[in-house]
């Protein structure tokens, strides 16, 4: 049986990971944190984006940061949290200044 995650699932998860980004600190991250969850429709809408972004992981094996993919169906959803956080800020979040530095 395929995953298939809920609004209610996201609704949980951007929460929890809410909570934590206001505690980074990291201040591009704990900017605006926490955001109120989405509520049940705005987390249904996300749904395609997540499946979209899952069959990108697919195809790919690495995931918007060009790190190897584990888990395809945590790093969706993170991923998803973070265009969903990036949007509702109208910025980028301090993500990749975080990330960049384990590139190297």
Not at 56 to 61: T, Y
Not at 94 to 103: E, F, L, P, V
């Amino acid at each position: 049986m395929a995953y298939e995650p809920t609004p209610q699932e996201i609704i949980r998860l951007f929460g929890r990971w809410e909570t934590s980004a206001a505690q980074s600190p990291n201040p591009k991250v704990a900017v605006g944190a926490p955001l109120e969850s989405p509520n049940v429709e705005e987390a249904k809408a996300l749904l395609p984006r997540l499946r979209g972004i899952h069959e990108e992981l697919i195809e790919n094996d690495v995931d918007w940061h060009g790190r190897l993919v584990g888990n395809r169906d945590q790093t969706a959803m993170g991923q998803l949290w973070e265009e969903w956080r990036d949007d509702k800020l109208g910025l980028w979040g301090g993500y990749m200044d975080i990330w960049a530095g384990s590139r190297e």
